[in-house]
């Protein structure tokens, strides 16, 4: 007699049952993630062993048939690093899509196997000279030239000189333009606000430059009359801060009212025009005339005013500087020699030194006018000061500002010991320095400036009533004479009278 399984044991084997289904889930789930690991592995290992490519520059195709099997033979001249050499080319590349310049990747055994993205970055190159077969002259920052090809995305691309490019690794291949480097700061095309009524005491030099500058402009046609040009070029010299970019400024203003015709003002950091870089100076001096033509191009008069002009044209071979001049100077004076096809140009040139700018810009034909803006005498130095003591400022009880002015002026040009600055020791004898022999336009203003902050200082101070009183215009004068005494004795006697061209006495006293 047989025995029937009881309910327990029936409960039993379906638990059992049930954990060896578990079992086996987890086992097949254990078998399928061993292997995608082991495909992962796999493909790592792959990767790990494929042979490296190597990077190079197309050339061109070399040549391309198909023999009597239906074979195809292909190879490309290539550049690798500097060697030029012929590979074959892989049967999954299409030769008709291979571009010279692009860049093309080659296996280990040297067949081109794929194309690839040409690089957008590199040595740059500024153009020298654009050849007539579409070559290109290209020189580095030592000054270094070289002849590059134009890659086929250039083919069609127009390039001129100054022009900078991105150059492949090889040095064979121009690949891409850059954009124009960004010199606005260096040229600031203006219109200033300046008039020739904001500048005193120099009368004399305002109706020089009017009639060298405005007066051809605003009678073209009696000019043309009698066979008479604008001149190309205006230097103002003298001692510093005494109005001469004031003056420039004043009469781009008046070119820019007059008229249809209205001027435009380019004005020129001369010495940041000086580049460490070879070629860079001159470019820039390139660009400033290439700017001042385009504006003048519809009749319109352009000023191109340089600041500073000694420090950029200094004479040549002189061992004074690192001899930079030897070709900034020249290609300053074919741009300026250049300006007589266009009338509407005129350059401007300040400086504190003429001495120290080259002979050949100074020349009649260049620099055709030379505008001598001294140190004030007495009488101009109070036109100048009355443009700061305006009879709308707060003075004192019973006090006028022409009589502070007069007060000024006499403070700064009496000649005794409280202003006497230095003595110098020369072959004909001692002769005093005095503070009238150093004032400039830009003193007096300074002056002027020191009396009114101590009026200012004194509201805040003492709760006074707001005036500038004789007492501070006599302290004004006394701390500019304090603080230039002490400049002078700090410097070197011989530097700064070439620099500051005195007011001395006929007699010398």
Not at 209 to 222: G, K, Y
Not at 485 to 501: C, G, H, K, M, V
């Amino acid at each position: 007699m047989s025995e029937t399984p009881t309910d327990a044991s029936m409960d039993e084997l379906a638990a059992m049952n049930d954990r060896l289904q578990q079992r086996n889930h987890a086992l097949a789930q254990a078998l399928t993630r061993a292997s995608e690991e082991l495909k992962k592995a796999k493909s790592q290992l792959e990767q790990f062993t494929n042979p490296p490519l190597t990077v190079a520059t197309m050339v061109r195709v070399e040549r391309c048939f198909t023999d009597e099997h239906g074979v195809r033979h292909a190879s490309a001249e290539i550049v690798n690093g500097h060697r030029r050499q012929i590979v074959a080319i892989s049967s999954t590349v299409n030769p008709a899509r291979l571009q010279a310049g692009q860049s093309v990747l080659l296996d280990g055994n040297m067949v081109l196997v794929d194309s690839h993205a040409t690089v957008n970055h590199g040595q740059m190159r500024q153009v020298s000279e654009v050849l007539d077969d579409g070559r290109l002259i290209v020189g580095d920052a030592s000054g270094n030239r070289s002849v590059v090809l134009r890659a086929s995305t250039l083919a069609n691309t127009s390039i001129d000189v100054d022009d900078r490019l991105i150059i492949d690794p090889s040095g064979t291949y121009a690949l891409a333009v850059l954009a124009q480097e960004h010199d606005d700061d260096l040229l600031l095309e203006e219109t200033p606000d300046v008039t020739f009524n904001d500048i005193g005491g120099l009368d004399e030099q305002i109706a020089q430059i009017h009639d060298a500058v405005q007066l051809p402009f605003q009678h073209r046609e009696l000019f043309a009359r009698f066979d008479l040009k604008a001149p190309k070029g205006v230097l103002l010299y003298g001692p510093p801060g005494n109005g001469k970019t004031l003056i420039a400024k004043a009469i781009a203003h008046e070119l820019a009212a007059d008229g249809a015709s209205k001027g435009v003002f380019l004005s020129v950091k001369g010495p940041e025009l000086l580049n460490k870089y070879v070629g860079e100076s001159e470019r820039l001096i390139r660009r400033i005339f290439e700017r001042a033509k385009e504006l003048a191009g519809d009749g319109r008069p352009v000023i191109v005013f340089i600041d500073e002009m000694d420090s950029l044209l200094r004479t040549r071979g002189s061992g004074v500087s690192s001899d930079v001049e030897t070709t900034i100077v020249p290609q300053f004076l074919t741009e300026l020699d250049g300006v007589e096809q266009l009338d509407d140009v005129i350059v401007i040139g300040a400086s504190n030194r003429v001495d120290m700018i080259d002979p050949a810009v100074l020349r009649p034909g260049r620099l055709d006018v030379k505008i001598h803006v001294g140190r004030p005498d007495e009488t101009q130095a109070k036109s100048i000061i009355r443009h700061y003591l305006t009879s709308g400022l707060p003075f004192e009880k019973n006090v006028n500002a022409q009589e502070l002015v007069n007060a000024l002026a006499s403070d700064v040009f009496h000649r005794d010991e409280s202003r006497l600055l230095a003595v110098l020791h020369e072959e004909i004898g001692d002769r005093g320095v005095y503070l009238a022999d150093i004032v400039s336009g830009a003193m007096l203003r300074n002056i002027v400036d020191r009396a009114k902050t101590k009026a200012v200082k004194a509201v805040i101070e003492e709760g006074c009533a707001p005036a500038i009183t004789r007492n501070m215009i006599h302290e004004a004068v006394n701390d500019e004479y304090e603080q230039n005494r002490a400049a002078i004795n700090e410097t070197d006697p011989a530097q700064w009278l070439a620099i500051n061209a005195l007011n001395m006495p006929a007699n010398g006293e």
